[in-house]
Nanobody, 115 residues
Framework: QVQVVESGGGLVQPGGSLRLSCTAS????????MGWYRQTPGKLRELVAT???????NYADSVKGRFTISRDSAKKTVNLEMSSLKPEDTAVYYC?????????WGEGTQVTVSS
């Protein structure tokens, strides 16, 4: 069983930056593709970015060039650096640990972009 815990959400002004962190414990970190997803009320959860165990990344078109995902295998963490934030980035952000046989989700952290 893998426990996934997010941190770092909050309120930020448009154009600002924020860093989200996620810690995964209880499993073999290198087994998992780590990812960030987000969800707003009434909408489906959507992919933001993923990173494989060898560092291959994938981003949603809406965040390319503004968000950067990274992982630290020694610390079993994955980070999401968000810059040039827009009001439409407002959402609950969820961390995900994915393997071929399992998916683990954190409880989410709220990001609000507003002046």
């Amino acid at each position: 069983q893998v426990q996934v815990v997010e941190s770092g959400g909050g309120l930020v002004q448009p154009g600002g930056s924020l860093r989200l962190s996620c810690t995964a414990s209880g499993g073999i970190f290198s087994f998992y593709v780590m990812g960030w997803y987000r969800q707003t009320p009434g909408k489906l959860r959507e992919l933001v970015a993923t990173i494989s165990s060898v560092g291959s990344t994938n981003y949603a078109d809406s965040v390319k060039g503004r968000f950067t995902i990274s992982r630290d295998s020694a610390k079993k963490t994955v980070n999401l650096e968000m810059s040039s934030l827009k009001p439409e980035d407002t959402a609950v952000y969820y961390c995900n640990a994915h393997s071929t046989v399992s998916d683990y989700w954190g409880e989410g952290t709220q990001v609000t972009v507003s002046s």
